[in-house]
T-cell receptor, first 113, second 119 residues
């Protein structure tokens, strides 16, 4: 089955700096990679996703890159703000299969004012 | 769009009682819903996959007689924790896969979670 590893487990950055979170996956068949943000006491919210037919996707301050050959993908947050502080989870699955997501272990991001 | 609700948001119950948690997709139909359990500072642990009109598929180690799942309609799945004990205290989260005409499913939308405390 799929295995997703996520690093780092905790990340502290100064407000305005960039944050990068990295994930690797094991199953080369996986082709859909979402990122979720979870605030304390709430459910995960989808913030961006990428499919294996593209290498990069950007949405305002958030971007995701995918390297299929190396089987890793990364989340980039620029110009971080205190409200970006949360736990971020990466995930991987095979699109169209209704297969469950395999989640990374999560990264606690703290943006210091 | 793509809103998933859960009810209740938090529940406190006595040991030995049963608790039902509802998961609803408010603005879309979901043929597949998932139930997760999350302990503090940990990732989401998949408990079971729920398909409308059929029996749920449970992950290894999850007792199907203790965690009863019913997916009676395309917008509602329920999780019943039977004979709850303090070790069942956790954060339970559901997610739903939108049903599409082309059968193309990928994005899971999560509910806000239910905090269960068993005394």
């Amino acid at each position: 089955g799929e295995n997703v590893e996520q690093h780092p487990s905790t990340l502290s950055v100064q407000e305005g700096d960039s944050a990068v979170i990295k994930c690797t996956y094991s199953d080369s068949a996986s082709n859909y990679f979402p990122w979720y943000k979870q605030e304390l006491g709430k459910g995960p919210q989808l913030i961006i996703d990428i499919r294996s037919n593209v290498g990069e996707k950007k949405d305002q301050r958030i971007a995701v890159t995918l390297n299929k050959t190396a089987k890793h993908f990364s989340l980039h947050i620029t110009e971080t703000q205190p409200e970006d502080s949360a736990v971020y989870f990466c995930a991987a699955t095979l699109s169209g299969s209704a297969r469950q997501l395999t989640f990374g272990s999560g990264t606690q991001l703290t943006v210091l004012p | 769009g793509a809103v998933v609700s859960q009810h209740p948001s938090r529940v406190i119950c006595k040991s030995g009682t049963s608790v039902k948690i509802e998961c609803r997709s408010l603005d879309f139909q979901a043929t597949t819903m998932f139930w997760y359990r999350q302990f503090p500072k940990q990732s989401l642990m998949l408990m079971a996959t729920s398909n409308e009109g059929s029996k749920a598929t449970y992950e290894q180690g999850v007792e199907k007689d203790k965690f009863l799942i019913n997916h009676a309609s395309l917008t509602l799945s329920t999780l019943t924790v039977t004979s709850a004990h303090p070790e069942d205290s956790s954060f339970y989260i559901c997610s739903a896969l939108p049903r599409t005409s082309g059968g193309f499913q990928e994005t899971q939308y999560f509910g806000p979670g239910t905090r269960l405390l068993v005394l």
